[in-house]
């Protein structure tokens, strides 16, 4: 079976600074595929180069097979692919309803509908409610965005993922910031959307990480140095010292 | 009905009904200036969609004010003295000429958005300043047209079963086409494609992480947003029967940017407000002194530091953040 997503030889640079190098990751239909590493190590440069907001200097990125290298990052998003960023990115002065129903409306297509009004279009709204729903945000439909938690932002960001209907969900560090409590609140509702997505993950918290995926990258200085189960992960002598070691004081 | 939407309405019913008052109890100079406010609303309203709605700084408004005239002018001088014939505008019917005006201003609006939208910022608001200039230079330049000193319409539109000859009847039509503006805004404004422009305005990369191209989205609104200026402009053009370069000045598209931000951006009423503050300011600080220029300036940086959601915000506070 031709793996969901496939990247070979992926490089990128910044002036100096190498942040993608000779990267090649495949992550296969349904699996939640984890990428771990310590900070500065390339993980977001990484996404944004599958998302298509950056390319990469060579390489190749498939997706379903097909060569999405240079495509364009809202043609990519059409194609089945979204993401989820490290720092909150909502439109604050929207409602969180009407953030949602933007990505619920996007999926949907005629955007370019000039003359109905959005928000008296039912089945926009109502699938955007029960996303909120689905998130524990329902009650908090009607509200500026900005009025938010942090916590709450994290959510919405998942529910307006879910809205795409995407096969592929990037998420950057969706825990980052969360405290204790929303922290297993978000493990909880990333384990419920297991499986229905192909879901790459990029998170520091090391308990979330083993308890939801199905494999795990290790991303060293933008090089994946060892991929396998969590149990093979956990007793690998390299990533201990590469990374695990130092940054966790050991699992 | 929230105290927005009162204030559209009284603020639209006091000027459908205070200038034909006017006019008809001997102040024929009070329905001139209502008109003329009427006319800049109009380019107020469209310049919302990009600059409110679409947070798309644009500060070359007034190239398409010159524009629109100069489509209603340009067919009026040849109809009088000759010359292109051959496609057939040399007339003074309004059925050709506005249409005329609405089209070439959407055209340029397309043409010079596709460059202007591919910068940010700053460089956005420089590059729309720098292509109302080339219009500016390109007509100074032809002599035919009167370069500098201007051109004067010797006959205004023709429609059919008004005459834009009566005050009266050309305050009417600018008013029915503030309406129609309003409600075309509106219409846009709350629909799917508004939603994307106001998202991106907020958050341009959520929405292209979406999977909405909002560089096209961006683009047609500037498009839609300079042809009903150019309608504007053509009304502008029978109202003043004279045009001249200086009204694409820079300066001029300042003016219609502060109509924007001093009545309040993203509101229905605002730009008409503050295209009504900024008539009778300037008419009250000219009358006053010379150098009205200076008050009437400072007065604006005020309203914009201070006056958060511009006369809309203030006439309407009570109702809070909504
Ligand atoms: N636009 C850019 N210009 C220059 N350098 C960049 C740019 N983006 C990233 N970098 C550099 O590339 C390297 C990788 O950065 P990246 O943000 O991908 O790391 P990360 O693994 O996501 O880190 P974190 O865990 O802190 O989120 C860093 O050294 C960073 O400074
Ligand atoms: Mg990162």
Known sequence: MTP??????????????????????SVTKGELHAIIGPNGAGKTTLITQLCGTQTPDSGSIRFKGRDITRMPAHRRARLGITRSFQITSLILEMSVL????????????????MIRPARSIKAIRDRAMALLARVGLQDKADMITRALSHGEHRHMEIAIALASEAELMLLDEPMAGLGHEESRAMVDLLKSIKGKHTIVL????????????????VLVYG???????????????????????EESGGL | MTRRTLLTLVTMGLLAVLPPV?????NPFYLDLATRLTILAIAAVSLNLILGYGGLVSFGHAAYLGLGAYAVGIPAHHWLYGGLEGIGLNT????????????????FALVTGAICLRTKGVYFIMITMAFAQMVYYAIVSIEEYGGDDGLVIDSRSELPGISLDDPLQLFALSYVGLVVAMGLVRMIVNSRFGMVLQGAKGNNERVVMLGLNTYA????????????????????????TFISPEMMDWTRSGELMFMVILGGATTSAGPVLGAAAFILLEEALSSLTVYWHLPFGLLLIAVVLFGKGGLVGLLSRREGGK
């Open chain 1, 4 to 25: 969901v997503l496939e990247t070979r030889r992926l490089m990128k640079s910044f002036g100096g600074i190498i942040a993608t190098n000779d990267l090649s990751l």
């Open chain 1, 98 to 113: 009407d953030n949602v129903a933007l990505a619920v409306q996007a999926r949907q297509g005629s955007s370019f509908d």
């Open chain 1, 202 to 217: 990029i998170e520091h918290d090391m308990d979330a990480v083993f308890a939801l995926a199905d494999r795990i990258s």
């Open chain 1, 223 to 245: 090089h994946i140095i060892a991929t396998g189960a969590p149990a093979e992960i956990r007793g690998n002598k390299e990533v201990e010292a590469a990374y695990l070691g």
């Open chain 2, 22 to 26: 006017f006019y008809l109890t001997g």
């Open chain 2, 92 to 107: 003074t019917s309004g059925l050709v000429q506005i249409p005329l005006a609405v089209a070439v201003c959407a055209l």
């Open chain 2, 217 to 240: 989205f961006r683009l047609t609104a500037y498009v839609v947003s300079g042809a009903i200026a150019g309608f504007a402009g053509a009304l502008l053009g029978n109202f003043t």
